[in-house]
T-cell receptor, first 114, second 115 residues
Framework: DSGVTQTPKHLITATGQRVTLRCSPR?????VYWYQQSLDQGLQFLIQ???????AKGNILERFSAQQFPDLHSELNLSSLELGDSALYFC?????????????FGEGSWLTVV | GENVEQHPSTLSVQEGDSAVIKCTYS??????FPWYKQELGKRPQLIID?????GEKKDQRIAVTLNKTAKHFSLHITETQPEDSAVYFC??????????????FGKGTKLSVKP
């Protein structure tokens, strides 16, 4: 158990819908990262937050947004869903920002868009 | 930004043999290089990492080497066992554009260890 908690574990929804994925980082970790992993694909970096502020953006679609709340939990919002958005979404956390920080992954949220 | 290339994409070895996975990165400012192991349907788990101030690090059957000049790093697994079968990801910690330590991953290597 990494200490990073993600909900829901599985989600099936229809095209055009909107979903929210939730992440609670490890106790004491201030940085939260979101990654997308499609079938047989690698880990695509989406976005990073540190202590409530956005710090870095990767290949995140405009239909996707995220935020980190004062209690440090984070949510990833996916809207106008398309079939291609079906993937495993990982949240990860680390104690600080900056290079050299080990990041710890949650178990992921499986999203299936039908 | 940072780009990480990983080879091979699949690797099959006999139990007891060694396995080597290689990665190259593009951003010379990257200074942290972890390796993650991911079993099917599970989360990636850190198995070893190396920082740019050292050239090699070992942990039992696993070792990582880093060549900063050539911008490549490798994972070496000796005396492979069936439970080593998984997908392995290399990563580099990018500071490009002010990003704060987010990891850029290679596309992964699917390692199969045959008994």
């Amino acid at each position: 158990d990494s200490g990073v908690t993600q909900t829901p574990k599985h989600l099936i929804t229809a095209t055009g819908q909107r979903v929210t994925l939730r992440c609670s980082p490890r106790s004491g970790d201030l940085s939260v990262y979101w990654y997308q992993q499609s079938l047989d694909q690698g880990l695509q970096f989406l976005i990073q937050y540190y202590n409530g502020e956005e710090r870095a953006k990767g290949n995140i679609l405009e239909r996707f947004s995220a935020q980190q709340f004062p209690d440090l939990h984070s949510e990833l919002n996916l809207s106008s869903l398309e079939l291609g958005d079906s993937a495993l979404y990982f949240c990860a956390s680390s104690p600080r920002q900056g290079t050299g920080n080990t990041i710890y992954f949650g178990e992921g949220s499986w999203l299936t868009v039908v | 930004g940072e780009n990480v290339e990983q080879h091979p994409s699949t690797l099959s070895v006999q139990e007891g043999d060694s396995a080597v996975i290689k990665c190259t990165y593009s951003d010379s400012a990257s200074n942290y290089f972890p390796w993650y192991k991911q079993e099917l349907g599970k989360r990636p788990q850190l198995i070893i990492d190396i920082r740019s101030n050292v050239g090699e690090k070992k942990d039992q059957r696993i070792a990582v080497t880093l060549n900063k000049t050539a911008k490549h790093f490798s994972l070496h697994i000796t005396e492979t066992q069936p439970e080593d079968s998984a997908v392995y990801f290399c990563a580099a910690s990018s500071i490009y554009g002010g990003s704060q330590g987010n990891l850029i991953f290679g596309k992964g290597t699917k390692l199969s260890v045959k008994p």
